[in-house]
């Protein structure tokens, strides 16, 4: 390894999101989405493009043809830029970068015409829809990214719970070594690498022994930092990954990432034993064939889960129903004389705890009361304000190791705030053999740094005290007996049965509701505006006065269809589901000034835009924040005769707050609660137009996302609206 190695005590340690650097099958250039001007570019720009294409100079047509249609793309609302330069024969691709556009070139390949390509995706996605055992949907997969992208070893690598892999499906030539059905310790690849894979789903390093060309500058002038590099195809790699690589015997590789809901569920893991490149068009469908399996893998996991939440709900019926009808409601949970074993069925356990005060009921197979006493004691002092759940207790709690095989895995919930009552179940110990890629304990430590592992035998490993892990549907099933116990506690069973019914009954209604307000209720204001219009257009028959009243009329009639349309988005918020993914806010609040631009096109507004962090959310419901917001700045400056509009961002260890300031009419802060709420105005409607829900929708959907708004302001001095949102670590939290 060269001097430049890092010197680091974990590969976790590693900033590879800023090598400074690309691979030398490519060149990169950094523009400025404002002037166009080159502001960093690798050293090996000029053998891919004009000798005018320097850092300083700016980007025109005669220089790059396509500089016109990338200006376009930076301003819709389309993900990726790509362009074939037939005259220089080159692949072209872009994307963006907080105020930047990255654009990246490599050399036009031959691959395997479109046609055939589309051929073999469409057999694959058809093949797909006849759902196939999901094992032989992986083992296809394979099978296909290995013959049309000619790697030696194509794997498919899913990760587990504790983020170590397992290979569920292999195709190759022969060339290297199998590796299906082995596992590898979650060391291997480092949490900021799975981050990597998450946001950017593919990455090809055609040769191992590759000279990394340097980006220079090496910091941006405008933002003094290192390029962030984390979208870009040519990133370079990490000198302990390489190392990686030569120690498992392999000089080219591909990664194709499979993600789940948001989350990364795996990798399509391509290997050769010699330099190996693939076309743009080849990887591309490679990516399209793990978009395809993450549909049908996603598939199968909601049909189990949805599967099994009905097993356990009837299960939970049964229970719900025995304690209403119980003396006390601790007798309905437990078996009768019928030797009834539903509450171990409630959540598929071999064993069950009830603590109750001084009572401890036992059933099945459990550790001895006493043990099972301590750990109600231990639970105790933990911070569990829901349900906890283990699949290796020994590995949270010492003691359990003297029990693990009854009792390896557990769920447990607090059944009371007040008293010291709990709910336990146990799962055995399910000894078994797990087949590693070399032995996932042994560190190589030379000159201070971590090294990747050297050997790759396999190396077998003998886990104990270690359980079935407890499924989604299970875990969520206790959490519902928690809360079907708390209230019987009360003595409602009866009372929850019928309130089940009321609440089905009055969503129905409100169901009829929302369809007679989108159907019945717009219709009628649509005819006030139309008929006052007819009457408007037949003026020789109406005074001033009365086409004065016309006009109020159809304002009016405007006024209410609108309110009546954000009451139905108000309603509908709190039953809309949220589907979580990495946001860029910064595209957002593009797309936000493109869709008011038309109806402030007169008006003289200066846009002071920030950097605006990527964060997790959901991206439609986030647009509406940012509009109504951004929608409310401009409207209360208008009497300015410039608009100042600043959006910016603060981070922090835990959360973002990103916030909108403005030069307007600003509001007095003893009235600062009342501006969250339905209907609540602190401007008169005929100076300020709308129907006082904009900022009620904004703190719901905040709320929502679990965060927070908050607001300040000057009267005549303008205000500023923020809102608060948790930081999730991406590649660590299930956002299903």
């Keep these: ?12 340690a590693e900033p590879i999101h800023i090598p400074g650097a690309i691979q030398q099958h490519g060149a990169l250039l950094v523009l400025s989405a404002r002037s166009l001007s080159i502001v960093q570019a690798s050293d090996n720009l000029t053998d891919y493009v004009d000798d005018r294409a320097t850092v300083g ?84 997969a394979a099978e296909l990214v290995s013959a049309i992208s000619g790697y030696d070893r194509t794997l ?3 990760f587990g719970g504790d983020w170590s892999g397992h290979v569920v499906a292999e195709a190759g030539n022969g060339a290297l070594p199998s590796y299906f059905g082995l596992r590898f310790p979650a060391g291997d690849i480092p949490p900021q690498a799975r981050q990597l894979y998450t946001i950017n789903r593919l990455r090809m390093i055609p040769d191992v022994d590759y000279a990394p060309v340097p980006i220079s500058p090496a910091i941006n002038s405008e933002t003094g930092t290192v390029l962030d590099m984390s979208f870009a195809q040519l990133r370079s790699v990490s000198p ?117 005060g001084d009572e401890c009921h036992l059933v099945g197979q459990t550790p001895l009361r006493q043990d099972v006493e301590a750990l109600a004691e231990w639970l105790g002092e933990q911070d569990i304000t829901d349900v906890f759940a283990t699949e290796s207790l020994v590995g949270v709690y010492a003691n359990a190791e003297a029990y693990s095989s009854v009792a390896s895995g557990a769920i447990a919930t607090r059944l009371s705030e007040l ?8 799962r055995p110990e399910v000894i078994k053999t797990v087949q590693w890629g070399g032995n996932p304990h042994k560190t190589v430590q030379e000159s201070g740094r971590i090294h990747p592992r050297k050997s790759f035998e396999i190396w077998k490993e003998q886990v104990r005290n270690t359980a079935l892990p407890w499924s989604e549907a299970e875990i969520a099933a206790a959490r519902d007996l928690r809360s079907a116990i708390i209230g019987i506690v009360l003595r409602k069973a009866e009372e929850m049965a019928d309130l089940t019914r009321e609440l089905q009954r009055t969503n129905k209604e409100l169901e009829a509701f929302s369809y007679s307000v989108s159907h019945d209720l717009r219709a009628p204001f649509r005819h006030i505006v139309g008929f006052a219009q007819l009457l408007r257009e037949r003026s020789n028959a109406l005074d001033e006065k009365s086409l004065h009243y016309l006009q109020m009329i159809s304002e009016a009639a405007l006024s209410a269809g609108r309110l009546v349309d954000d009451l139905l988005n108000f309603s509908q918020l709190g039953r809309t589901q949220i589907s979580m993914k990495p946001v860029d806010m910064q595209k957002l609040v593009s797309e936000v000034r493109r869709t008011i631009a038309p109806s402030v096109a007169d008006r003289d507004i200066e846009w002071q835009i920030g950097e605006l962090p990527v964060t997790l959310g959901d991206p439609t419901l986030l647009r509406q924040v940012w509009y109504n917001l951004i929608d409310n ?11 100042v509009v600043r959006v910016s961002a603060v981070e922090t260890e835990s959360t973002v707050t990103y916030s909108v300031t403005d030069n307007g009419v600003g509001f007095d802060m003893a009235y600062s609660g009342k501006l969250f709420g339905v209907f609540q105005r602190l401007q008169r409607v005929e100076d300020f137009e709308g129907t006082g829900i904009g900022l009620a929708l904004v703190r719901r959907i905040v709320e929502r996302h679990r965060g927070s708004v908050d607001a300040e302001g000057t009267l005549g001095e303008g205000a500023t609206f923020s809102f608060t949102l948790p930081i999730t670590k991406i590649e660590e939290e299930d956002i299903a």
């Design 1 to 12: 390894m060269s001097s430049a190695t890092p010197k680091l005590d974990s590969c976790g």
């Design 419 to 426: 008293h010291d009552s709990w709910l336990i179940w146990f």
């Design 240 to 356: 302990i990954h390489l190392e990686y690589m030569r120690n498992m015997g392999t000089a080219a590789s591909m990664s194709v990432s499979i993600i789940i809901n948001g989350r990364l569920w795996g990798l399509i893991a391509c290997h050769n034993a010699a330099s190996h490149y693939v076309s743009l068009a080849v990887r591309e469908a490679c990516d399209f064939v793990a978009q395809l399996l993450s549909m049908r893998i996603a598939m199968e996991r909601s049909a189990k889960e949805a599967s099994r939440r009905v097993e356990l709900s009837i299960v939970q019926g049964r229970l719900l129903s025995r304690m209403a009808a119980a003396q006390r409601w601790a007798d309905g949970l437990l078996p009768d004389d019928g030797n009834n074993d539903d509450l171990l069925k409630q959540v598929g356990a071999e064993g069950a705890a009830l603590i109750v």
């Design 57 to 140: 100079s700016t980007a025109k047509a005669t220089v790059f043809p396509f500089i016109d249609a990338l200006s376009d793309w930076y301003s819709s609302d389309e993900s990726n830029f790509r362009y074939v330069w037939a005259d220089k024969n080159l692949d072209v691709a872009a994307h963006r970068s907080a105020g930047f556009i990255v654009v990246e070139f490599e050399k036009t390949r031959q691959s395997e015409p479109a046609e055939t390509l589309m051929a073999e995706l469409t057999r694959f996605a058809q093949y797909l829809n006849g759902v196939p055992a999901l094992n032989d949907a992986l083992s296809r």
């Design 633 to 643: 700045a401009i409207k209360y400056s208008r009497r300015e005769p410039v608009s």
């Design 156 to 158: 498919i690598y899913e």
